[in-house]
């Protein structure tokens, strides 16, 4: 019998040639703006560029990337070496701050950083260098922030306006896979969530069952943790979005909004479903309806070379004959996916956004309707193909009504 392979000799989950090209395709759109380097903060970014996955984003790290020339990754030293086991970073590319500098109110780890990446010629600090650096990213404190600011005498620090993450817009046939594996993983999440909602079950259990579904995934590919953990408003809490669970118990009559993701390898698939426990009440099932057709012109309009704007439009235009309007965006660009959030923070699916959309774009459709005291939610994963939008799940498009 073969010996199973040590996790520390698990495959990259990208060829190094494909890494080479996004950091290619990163320095020239720093060049293009002019940055002398970006501080990159965002763990996504730092996943697309490296490979480096660890739960460390709890501290500051980093990766410094220069206008030519190779990134370095700077973070806490129990952390960074993680790198052995999920880059291929050179031992002289990562580099360790002090542990003394943890959760410190006199000094601070970018104190460090900052120090360390100018003496590498990583941080010019001249009246004619632009540094640029992730400035609405979770993980970037204002200490950090100022920390930085602090060691660049003559620089000019600007925001990096999403550059990374608008570089990572448009998937690779490499990350169109891992979405689609992703995609299968939640297919079966979902279906897990749906047989388990019933009366009398306790908001807590029908919560492990998912989370299970999310960690088993598929029996060709195990699931990864998601950036978002299952949200569930029920009832009249079903009106609001983005709430989780308690011990409160299914109650017959009361419709349940699920929105739940697969994920492997970092790559996410965001699926929302909504289950009315019996009958559903007539504004739910006016609404269902009107989401189903809506949801079938959406993903149609969904073309390569189509205006993000247009799309919208014909949502708008569905929802009206029946009524209803809805403020909020209809969906937004995904991929890689850290937590607090799975969204690439660049394309929304909304009525000002311009962007043309490109096979390889990525996006999820959520079609929400939160009123006062109910709410109904439907999704769906999707890729931008040569002709159209590739669902990502396989799963109806409709309410679920239990007997």
Known sequence: MTDPTPASALPRPFSQAELDDRLRRVQEEMARRGLASLVVVDPANLYYLTGYNAWSFYVPQCLI????????????????????????????RA?????????????????????????????PDTHDSIVAAETDAHYFSPRGFLALHRRLQRATLVDAHELV????????????????VAGRI????MTRAIEALRPGRRQCDVVADIQHAQAVGTAEAGGDYPAIVPMLPTGKRAGTPHLTWSDVEFVRGEATTL????????????????????????????CADAIEEAVGVTLDAMRPGTPVDEVH??????????????????????????????????????????????????????????????????????LIGDGAAERLIDLPQTLTVTP
């Not at 990337?65 to 880059?87: E, K, N, Q, Y």
């Not at 817009?169 to 169109?176: C, D, F, G, I």
């Open 95 to 123: 580099h360790f701050y002090p542990e003394s500098y943890i959760h410190r109110t006199d000094i601070h780890p970018y104190d460090w950083i900052a120090d360390r990446a100018q003496e590498l010629g990583l941080l």
């Open 313 to 382: 439009a014909a949502f708008t235009r569905v929802l009206a004959r029946h009524g209803l309007s809805k403020e909020s965006r209809i969906g937004y660009s995904i991929g890689i996916g850290f937590p607090p959030d799975w969204g690439e923070h660049t394309v929304s699916l909304r009525a000002e956004e311009t962007t043309v959309l490109r096979t390889g774009m990525a996006f999820h459709v959520i079609l929400g309707m939160w009123m006062d005291d109910w709410g109904y939610e439907l999704s769906e994963p999707v």
């Open 186 to 189: 939640a297919t079966q999440v």
């Open 259 to 286: 929105e739940l993701a697969g994920c492997y390898q970092r790559y996410h698939a965001p699926i929302a479903r909504t289950v009315s426990l019996g009958p559903p009440s007539a504004p739910l099932a006016h």
């Open 165 to 180: 993450n608008w570089v990572r817009l448009v998937k690779s046939p490499a990350e169109a896979d891992k979405m689609r």
């Open 65 to 92: 990337v220069p206008a030519s020339g190779l990134p370095h990754l700077f973070g806490r030293p129990m952390d960074m070496h993680g790198t052995i086991h999920t880059t291929d970073l050179a031992s002289d």
